[in-house]
T-cell receptor
């Protein structure tokens, strides 16, 4: 069964460093998403992406964040200058269609900012 | 602010019993509703989607939707210890944005 994959599973970085989290969505899916979950808190929407453009973004997704689909399979989330409060699980998700369709989640990347 | 509300639990049921999980949402325009299961340290795993008022059954799981009351529920029949997890209610609002509740922790005791 096709699934969303994410690398790395765990990333440790120093405050102020740049990190790139990588995702490979399910191959026939057209819509891609990033979510994050701070320990003990809700899963929160960050951004949705379709046709090489951001469709929606939350207030969390500020200028420190960017997303890119650098090739036909990868979807990346970059955090330019990490803060302590960026420590969280980051989940990539994808769906066939956008506005109503089921989103399938990858296993997540645990980001630890020291 | 679009919200999804769930009782955080923990909800404890004996093995073989029915577990009932509830959720309310604030956006009347929402059309797509989901239940995900999340084990500790893992990602959300889809259990059920529901789009129309009424019941939808899949094996031991039944999702119920009442748009007039802005209410979604999940029933788990013949609960098993392996069902012990956090159950997340989620609703799609504009732009495919999935809004999650805080989750209900379910514990099934052998």
């Amino acid at each position: 069964e096709p699934e969303v994959t994410q690398t790395p599973s765990h990333q440790v970085t120093q405050m102020g460093q740049e990190v790139i989290l990588r995702c490979v969505p399910i191959s026939n899916h057209l819509y891609f998403y990033w979510y994050r979950q701070i320990l003990g808190q809700k899963v929160e929407f960050l951004v949705s992406f379709y046709n090489n453009e951001i469709s929606e973004k939350s207030e969390i997704f500020d200028d420190q964040f960017s997303v890119e689909r650098p090739d036909g399979s990868n979807f990346t989330l970059k955090i330019r200058s990490t803060k302590l409060e960026d420590s969280a699980m980051y989940f990539c998700a994808s769906s066939v269609q956008g506005s109503t369709d089921t989103q399938y989640f990858g296993p997540g990347t645990r980001l630890t900012v020291l | 602010q679009k919200e999804v509300e769930q009782n955080s639990g923990p909800l404890s049921v004996p093995e073989g019993a029915i577990a009932s999980l509830n959720c309310t949402y604030s956006d009347r325009g929402s059309q797509s509703f989901f239940w995900y299961r999340q084990y500790s340290g893992k990602s959300p795993e889809l259990i059920m989607s529901i789009y129309s008022n009424g019941d939808k059954e899949d094996g031991r799981f039944t999702a119920q939707l009442n748009k007039a009351s802005q209410y979604v529920s999940l029933l788990i029949r013949d609960s098993q210890p392996s069902d012990s997890a956090t159950y997340l209610c989620a609703v799609i609002i504009q732009g495919g944005k999935l809004i999650f509740g805080q989750g209900t922790e379910l514990s099934v005791k052998p």
